[in-house]
């Protein structure tokens, strides 16, 4: 049973607009949300989080949200750069345990 | 600041044989948890120390066992390997859970490549 899920497998976008990732989750004691971008070879950077007493969180040209009554998150780039081509991971972490649950990522595509 | 650091980075073990991967934490972490990643998959978690005692486990056999030692560093052993098993090994590290700090991110390392042939 995937609790978390990316629905998208890959996402392509030019450089300078708007990328938006979303992840779904079914698992409603869900209460804190990571966003990981990972290369090839290296191991996942965390990008950012959202805690869910929160339905927004921004850092620079990354967005988070959180609709919980969706049970429904996405990241957003703006303005997308070549250098964010990379594969995307969203997990999620229930209160009292210790472990998070990843989705199975987006690769994302900028075109210059 | 030094990261998570994972050692070997990458290895080829035999069906049936044993495997040991060694993690130290990101200074100033007190906390190692471990996740596989096989090939278009997201990382699953395997299990976390935290004073080294395993705190929790994820669904994994008995085969995967851990150790986390005074230094905050960890190591994960796999016995009996299986084809299976092959997969590229995380390490993350964060602060301790359950002391007021909910949310506490993980930052993982590099990882170790695992092919069992």
């Known amino acids: ?112 | 600041d030094a990261g998570v650091t994972q050692s070997p980075t990458h290895l080829i073990k035999t069906r049936g044989q044993q495997v040991t991967l060694r993690c130290s934490p990101k200074s100033g972490h007190d906390t190692v948890s471990w996740y596989q990643q096989a090939l278009g998959q997201g990382p699953q978690f395997i299990f976390q120390y935290y004073e080294e005692e395993e705190r929790q486990r994820g669904n994994f056999p008995d085969r995967f066992s851990g150790h986390q030692f005074p230094n905050y560093s960890s190591e994960l052993n796999v016995n009996a390997l299986l084809l299976g098993d092959s997969a590229l090994y995380l390490c993350a590290s964060s602060l301790v859970f359950g002391q007021g700090a909910r949310g506490n991110t993980i930052y993982f390392g590099e990882g170790s490549w695992l092919t069992v042939v």
Not at chain 1, 31 to 38: H, M, P, S, V
Not at chain 1, 74 to 93: E, R
């Open chain 1, 1 to 112: 049973d995937q609790q978390v899920k990316q629905n998208s497998p890959s996402l392509s976008v030019q450089e300078g607009r708007i990328s938006i990732l979303n992840c779904d989750y079914t698992n409603s004691m869900f209460d804190y949300f990571l966003w990981y971008k990972k290369y090839p070879a290296e191991g996942p950077t965390f990008l950012i989080s959202i805690s869910s007493i929160k339905d927004k969180n921004e850092d620079g040209r990354f967005t988070v949200f959180l609709n919980k009554s969706a049970k429904h998150l996405s990241l957003h780039i703006v303005p997308s750069q070549p250098g964010d081509s990379a594969v995307y991971f969203c997990a999620a972490s229930e209160a009292g345990t210790y472990k998070y649950i990843f989705g199975t990522g987006t690769r994302l595509k900028v075109l210059a």
